[in-house]
């Protein structure tokens, strides 16, 4: 067996570098592929940043007693997916490609000054009726301890006779879900976002560039979504473990105020396991919907 190629990342480009290589590299044309190439992009040694993690947790509405936030080392995988993109280890550009779903797993706290190690690695090929769906696999391990990992399912759009087992969602939405709160997505979250996370997809950051994309207005990035409907409905303390599976339904334009909905009261009922989904601000068309398990510390 031939060994996985292991690209190792030590420093990484301005945000603005960065989309100007994904821009560059998306000349590729979609196709259809039998597999993705098998490799490994890692930064070797990233020290969580205080500094950053607060600015996180402001524009996702977090609170500093909850510690590290849950999805907070997903903004450490960035470079590497981009490097991904912009590499002819990527079949596809990363500019048409839709985040289908995401899958978080903490199997321990994170704590600040943490120096870690980082890993991308490429997954499996599912079939779509609108293209080809591709996994790619995230993980966080300090001193070789697994500390957090997730799997990030995107949508390749216009490939035709995709490969692979039948994409299906985990999810339904035959539980009864209510009406928890609602939240403002102002029309400059997108670029507020963008800055601390690096993804600077001009689809997220004003109405004139998304209708360069084909889009009536900016819509928020779903990891935005995701973290402030997770600042909801996690306690006001640092979790030990948690599990959290989401998948993107329908785009949230900007500006909204979506609405939270969940299988349980957000105030003092604690059960640690709960369906939600963010809807419109009618309450009746999801954004997203997820299941969340977690353990306190």
Not at 8 to 29: D, F, H, N, W, Y
Not at 116 to 123: I, N
Not at 169 to 189: E, H, M, R, W
Not at 224 to 240: D, E, F, H, V, Y
């Amino acid at each position: 067996m031939s060994q996985i190629p292991i690209l190792e990342i030590t420093s990484t480009p301005s945000s603005l570098a960065g989309l100007m290589a994904v821009l560059q590299a998306s000349r590729k044309r979609p196709g259809t592929v039998e597999s993705l190439e098998p490799v490994m992009y890692v930064r070797p040694a990233v020290s969580l940043d205080t500094r950053a993690m607060a600015a996180y947790a402001q524009v996702c509405a977090g609170t500093p007693d909850q510690g590290v936030p849950l999805l907070y080392p997903q903004m450490l995988t960035f470079p590497l997916a981009m490097a991904y993109f912009a590499s002819s280890y990527c079949p596809w550009p990363a500019m048409g490609t839709v985040h289908l779903a995401n899958s978080v797993q903490q199997h321990a706290p994170l704590h600040a000054s943490d120096v870690l190690r980082v890993e991308m690695q490429t997954g499996q090929l599912l079939a779509h009726d609108k293209g080809q769906v591709f996994k790619l696999a995230f993980r966080v391990l300090k001193d070789d301890q697994l500390l957090w990992e997730a799997t990030q399912t995107l949508l390749r759009l216009g490939v035709k006779n995709p490969v692979g087992p039948a994409y299906a969602s985990a999810l339904n939405n035959d539980n009864p879900l209510s009406l928890q709160t609602s939240f403002v997505a102002d029309s400059g979250i997108g670029r507020r976002y963008g800055r601390i996370s690096g993804d600077l997809n001009p689809i997220h950051l004003s109405a004139l560039s998304a209708r360069m994309f084909g889009f009536r207005r900016a819509i928020a990035h779903g990891m935005w979504t995701k973290a402030r409907a997770l600042s909801a409905m996690l306690p006001r303390q640092a979790i030990a473990q948690a599990q959290v599976h989401v998948e993107f339904k329908t785009p949230l334009f900007l500006p909204a105020r979506p609405t939270l909905w969940s299988t349980r009261a957000i105030e003092g009922d604690w059960n640690h396991n709960a369906l939600f989904e963010v809807r419109n601000s009618k309450g009746d068309k999801p954004h997203l919907r997820a299941c969340l398990s977690y353990n306190l510390a």
